[in-house]
């Protein structure tokens, strides 16, 4: 069992910048991959980033890509979403996963609660 927590979220104007963090436990967090989604309303949940157990590899949704940065602090068992140049259309609930194979391939088998982003035009 992984149990993720996440925090950071908040209302920020458009431009703005945010770090979202995702706690770890319950395993040994150097051996998973971990990943964001969001879902806004009325919308799919949506895969945002992913990083793999050794941070050497990461993906990204097209629309985020050069804003947002994925990254990972195994001696914290924490992943971080920086975001930045936020945009009205960023915001959603984000959610925190977790692939226990250590790369993220196919659905992820853990999520977090999940934490709210707004971005205000």
């Known amino acids: 069992q992984v149990q993720l927590v996440e925090s950071g979220g908040a209302l920020v104007q458009a431009g703005g910048s945010l770090r979202l963090s995702c706690a770890a436990s319950?395993?040994?967090?150097?051996?998973?991959?971990m990943g964001w989604f969001r879902q806004a309303p009325g919308k799919e949940r949506e895969f945002v980033a992913a990083?793999?157990?050794?941070?050497?590899?990461?993906s990204y949704l097209n629309s985020v890509k050069g804003r947002f940065t994925i990254s990972r602090d195994n001696a914290k068992n924490t992943v971080y979403l920086q975001m930045n140049s936020l945009k009205p259309e960023d915001t959603a609930v984000y959610y925190c996963?977790?692939?226990?194979?250590?790369?993220?391939?196919?659905?992820?088998?853990?999520w977090g609660q999940g934490t709210q982003v707004t971005v205000s035009s």
């Open positions: 990083i793999n157990w050794r941070g050497l590899s990461t």
């Open positions: 319950g395993r040994t967090f150097s051996s998973i991959a």
């Open positions: 996963a977790a692939w226990p194979g250590g790369e993220y391939i196919g659905r992820p088998e853990y």
